[in-house]
């Protein structure tokens, strides 16, 4: 059969290139919403056979791509653009139509696979989504049986002067002795690239640690340990010598806040143990659910059924016979 492909970009796309809503003035009624069915961005044929695409198909494509995606087809330019796209697919179905590829079975077996897929998911969100309900009183029930899994643990925070160079420490350790304060110290050996990767390597704060728990790194272990067992404001009489990952490194630090262990509330929370009680209800659910249509469908198992496999000795007998 002859194929002839004929396609015209119709006089409506200066619609897309032009178009804009007019408000009215505050005496005149407001303009009729426009039909974007009617208008009509291409016209092409396929063997005869007349296609369009309409400015609300082109709309509707567009919202099927990912948010990210759309967000890249907002302005005119940028439509017009994506319809170009859009066509060469509407053409290449047509060809892959036209080649019989809508009709191959490996084709169609994955399309009922897909379509299955997506009939469980509706059916699930009928079934488990929309019947699953809880109140704030399910929350907060939870909440107070699990108490202790809403405990905040204690913290620390500290300046800190981490180094690399031990002559560099001991000068460091030093001068702070003599009067100079550890956190001026931080930012001069910051500003002079001499701090080391460790901690207290912070350039908007240098020194400053920030808060951190007992669990907060195993390379750092032995720093951190040293520090809960410092009282507040406590410094260190030494240069802290500590080894990471094969590397030494001497610290000079100072306490400055200890946050105890604390209970954390109920609303600081509640956002997390929604989650939880969703996830907990919904499984509920699904059980009671599978319950429902296995007696629905009388279901019957009969595992004993299933062969053994053969063992080796007599897979490599039956491979030899043939």
Same mark, same amino acid.
């Given at each position: ?10 006089? #409506? ?26 208008? @009509? ?11 369009? @695409? ?6 509707? #494509? ?14 005119? *330019? ?11 697919? $509407? &053409? ?11 009709? &191959?079975?490996?084709? &169609? ?14 059916l699930t969100e009928a079934e488990v989504d929309a019947k699953v ?24 925070? *500290? ?11 001991? !000068?460091? &350790? ?9 956190? !001026? ?25 920030? =808060?951190?728990? +007992?669990?907060?790194?195993? $390379?750092?272990?032995? =720093? ?15 240069? =802290? ?7 030494? =490194?001497?610290?000079?630090? $100072? ?6 262990? $604390? ?14 009680? !969703?996830?907990? +209800? ?9 319950a429902e249509i296995t007696e629905k469908g009388k279901l019957k ?6 062969? %053994?496999?053969?063992?080796?000795? %007599? ?8």
């Amino acid at each position: 059969m002859k194929r002839t492909i004929t396609i015209f970009v119709v006089v #409506a796309m200066t619609c897309l290139l032009t178009w804009k809503f007019v408000q009215s003035d505050s005496h005149e009624q407001p303009a009729p919403a426009m039909d974007e069915n009617q208008v @009509i961005l291409v016209e092409y044929k396929w063997n005869g056979e007349s296609h369009q @695409i309409s400015l609300a198909d082109l709309n509707a #494509a567009i919202a099927e791509l990912p948010i990210y995606r759309q967000q890249n087809y907002k302005s005119r *330019a940028d439509k017009a653009e994506y319809l170009e796209e859009l066509i060469d697919e $509407r &053409l290449k179905i047509l060809r892959a139509t036209e080649e019989g590829f809508d009709k &191959l079975p490996e084709h &169609l077996k994955k399309l009922e696979d897909y379509t299955h897929q997506l009939m469980v998911e509706k059916l699930t969100e009928a079934e488990v989504d929309a019947k699953v309900v809880y109140t704030d009183g399910d929350l907060m029930a939870h909440y107070q049986a699990n108490l202790s899994e809403y405990v905040e643990d204690e913290k620390v925070r *500290a300046i800190c002067i981490t180094l690399d160079d031990e002559d560099i420490a001991n !000068e460091t &350790l030093d001068a702070i002795n003599a009067g100079k304060d550890i956190v !001026e110290m931080a930012k001069e050996l910051s500003e002079a690239g001499k701090l080391a990767n460790g901690p207290g390597i912070n350039q908007e704060d240098p020194g400053n640690t920030g =808060f951190f728990t +007992k669990a907060a790194s195993a $390379r750092w272990s032995e =720093f951190i340990e040293a520090v809960f067992a410092q009282e507040v404001g406590e410094m260190t009489d030494t240069v =802290f010598e500590t080894d990471v990952n094969d590397e030494t =490194f001497y610290l000079i630090f $100072r306490k400055e806040e200890h946050q105890p262990e $604390r209970q954390q509330e109920f609303d600081e929370v509640k956002d997390d143990i929604e989650r939880t009680v !969703e996830r907990t +209800k919904k499984r509920e659910r699904i059980n009671d659910w599978v319950a429902e249509i296995t007696e629905k469908g009388k279901l019957k198992t009969y595992p004993g059924n299933i062969p %053994e496999p053969p063992q080796p000795e %007599e897979a490599e007998t039956e491979e030899s016979e043939q």
